[in-house]
């Protein structure tokens, strides 16, 4: 009698496993790494404690470290100062071109 083996190769979805039988790629472990020491620190800011609320036995040991992320979004309005001539001779009056990269009232 014959013996047909089949082997199924699985998708893209999941790349590590084959059924074919005793095959098994490990996975890769996944580590968690801190991105804490990534961000910049754009100022650093001392919070200090009351001085009323503390025991007279109370001494100093030092500072915890908080880090808050902020995000600033900041303006960058521009003024543009067009000069304009006018002739009397023609009753024209002439301006200077806003440049290109200005389209109506609003930047690139």
Do not use: C, D, L, N
């Given at each position: 009698m014959f013996?047909?083996?089949m082997y199924v190769r699985v998708s893209g979805k999941h790349p590590n496993y084959d059924v074919r039988p005793?095959?098994?790629k490990a996975a890769k472990k996944w580590?968690?790494?801190g991105?804490?020491?990534d961000?910049?620190?754009d100022r650093v800011e001392k919070v200090q404690i009351n001085q009323g609320v503390l025991p007279s036995d109370a001494v100093f040991k030092g500072y915890r470290?908080?880090?808050v992320q902020n995000i600033k979004f900041i303006t960058d309005n521009v003024e543009y100062l067009i000069e304009r001539y006018?002739?009397?001779s023609?009753?024209?009056t002439y301006e200077a071109v806003l440049p290109k990269c200005v389209d109506g009232e609003f930047g690139p």
């Open positions: 013996q047909i083996m005793g095959f098994r580590k968690k790494k991105k804490k020491a961000i910049k620190i470290s908080v880090t006018y002739s009397p023609e009753k024209k």
